[in-house]
């Protein structure tokens, strides 16, 4: 072999090393990253009763985005609303070169939707934080860009891309990045709900915890395959020099 067919076999390993030994980060949520605030509201001849307040997760460990509006005739009535919020850690990211990102995703695990495709729910990025985000989701920030919504989502895994946004969120020196799950439109006799798993969440499915989480892909190999690329190098040059 050439020592130029060796340089040219290099080059390629260089290029082929560098896809195989891409690094992945995961960032997996607290319990305080995601949660949601409820109402209800029970509207009656003479009055009305409204209570409202926070969870992180319902009973089943399951964060809800719901709409639900029941009319009974008269002054009756009934509402219930879910609009749920999160924040996702940066900290683990803050040492990453942005430009060697090459996708970032929030994934989730969706249990139920109902009749998502008409006034979808929101999935929004809070591009502007004139409030400093806490790590707590019960400081209700909300987004302001929406980026995706449920009518394209489905039962089981779901990946929203969101790579402007979190490298945006880190070119500002952001602690958190933050975003929200806004509720769907009203219908009288109609409800919308999507709930997906939150971090407090023990299921799994086929072996794998359902729990939310932010995966960050970047192109730079490991250190170690650098090694591996430059071993092979300086073997093949010995060989040949030892053939000449």
Known sequence: MK????LLSALALVSFAGSVFANEYKVELSTTNVGYWWYNRTQYSGGKDENSGWLYSNANNLVEVKNLYEYYGGADRYFEQRDAYIQIDLSSLSGIDVSTITAISFNFYIKELNDATSSPASFKHLDVQ?????????QKLSGSTEIANSSTMSIGWN?????????SDLGNGYDYAVFGFEKFGSEKDHSRLLTFYAPSSTELVDGVSVVPYLSVTTNVPEPSAYAVIFGAI?????VYRRRK
Request: negative net charge; hydrophobic residues 55%.
């Open 159 to 167: 990946s929203i891309d969101v790579s402007s946004s979190i490298i």
């Open 234 to 238: 300086a073997l093949a040059v010995a």
């Open 3 to 6: 020592l130029k067919e060796i």
């Open 130 to 138: 004139s409030v400093v985000p806490t790590g707590d989701a019960a």
